[in-house]
């Protein structure tokens, strides 16, 4: 990681955004900004954990083996979300990995700072466990709908998510560009059943397609696969 010396102080920075101005002070020296590039890997599933980020810009991908040559995606990562949490505790290393899938900005802090951080300051303590709390909902939910879904209501949740959390470009494609590969990782299917789920959507006319863009053309009947 390019790393600056500094805190960035961004909006979209959880950590800096969340402090009071006596604690961001007292902390700026300790942290640090940095630049990770497409492709990029920040943790990796089973490393020592003794770090957090804080993502500013970008986009990243978190993700856990699922055989030798297939993963599961658990999550993709947008600015303001943290990184590296999960390593907290007893066990002391990442469960999961952290993949740059475009050029990132993130934030970091030792987790020796952060803990002593959420020590000093209870309102920000306050804001992460409710962080925390609302990852782990939606993490719930999505196991949820991993076990009932059928495979295309998955592909179809994943667009409806993808563009709930990215949104659209001026002619309405979502405003993010992935891989099928990961988009059937991340809907819990393997590439050639994705790709095919989202042709008959297109030939529906529920979804159009063009390269890597997806718009949603009828989100009314993409929710009623969901429910299905």
Request: charged share 30%.
């Amino acid at each position: 990681m390019d790393s600056i010396k500094r805190l960035c102080g961004a909006s979209t920075c959880f950590l800096c955004n969340q402090v009071s101005d006596e604690i961001f002070r007292a902390i700026k020296a300790k942290g640090t900004q940095g630049q990770i590039a497409k492709g990029q890997i920040l943790f990796k599933e089973g490393d020592k954990a003794d770090t957090i980020y804080f993502i500013t810009e970008g986009c990243i991908k978190t993700h856990m083996k699922w055989s030798e040559d297939r993963e599961f995606i658990l999550h993709f990562n947008r600015p303001g979300e943290v990184l590296g949490y999960r390593g907290m505790g007893g066990d002391l290393k990442y469960p999961i990995s952290a993949t740059a899938l475009q050029k990132s900005y993130v934030c970091s802090l030792s987790l020796d700072s952060f803990d002593r951080l959420l020590d000093a300051d209870s309102a920000f303590a306050r804001k992460f466990l409710n962080f925390h709390i609302n990852e782990l909902r939606d993490a719930e939910k999505r196991m949820r709908d991993l076990a009932l879904m059928e495979v295309k209501g998955r592909v179809a949740n994943t667009v409806i998510t993808l563009e709930a959390q990215f949104g659209c470009d001026s002619l309405g494609f979502i405003a993010i560009e992935l891989k099928r590969q990961d988009l059937a990782y991340y809907a819990g299917t393997v590439y050639e059943t994705f790709f095919r789920m989202l042709k008959q959507l297109e030939e529906e006319n529920t979804l159009e397609l063009n390269g890597k863009k997806i718009k949603i053309l009828d989100k009314k009947l993409l929710q009623a696969y969901c429910a299905n």
